[in-house]
Nanobody, 126 residues
Framework: QVQLVESGGGLVQAGGSLRLSCAASGRSFRSYYMGWFRQAPGKERECVAHITWSGANTYYADSVKGRFTISRDNAKNTVWLQMNSLKPEDTAVYYC???????????????????WGQGTQVTVSS
């Protein structure tokens, strides 16, 4: 049974930092992308960042570029999202996800991913 368990969310003031963690278990994740998504109230879920299995390639949404950093440790089946210079508009439920990339997939869509965590709330106060 595949499980993704996020942790590290919470309440932080604008300008502060948080580090989200996602521990994956239940199968081999070799070649799997790992992604972080977020969903704010009344908005669609969006891809914030993703990383290839090797870690050599990453993607960031324009809204977080330069502030967030995604990383992974395959030996621990763990992916992190370091979030700095947080803004109130970063407030959302953050989800980690994992999936294998098919030929045409951008890995920025929900349906590009096979497994999802339960989400962790991040609230940034002004």
């Amino acid at each position: 049974q595949v499980q993704l368990v996020e942790s590290g969310g919470g309440l932080v003031q604008a300008g502060g930092s948080l580090r989200l963690s996602c521990a994956a278990s239940g199968r081999s994740f070799r070649s799997y992308y790992m992604g972080w998504f977020r969903q704010a109230p009344g908005k669609e879920r969006e891809c914030v960042a993703h990383i290839t299995w090797s870690g050599a390639n990453t993607y960031y949404a324009d809204s977080v570029k330069g502030r967030f950093t995604i990383s992974r440790d395959n030996a621990k089946n763990t992916v992190w999202l370091q979030m700095n210079s947080l803004k109130p508009e970063d407030t959302a439920v953050y989800y980690c996800a994992t999936g294998l990339r098919s030929t045409l997939a951008t890995m920025r869509r929900d349906d590009d991913y096979d497994y999802w965590g339960q989400g962790t709330q991040v609230t940034v106060s002004s």
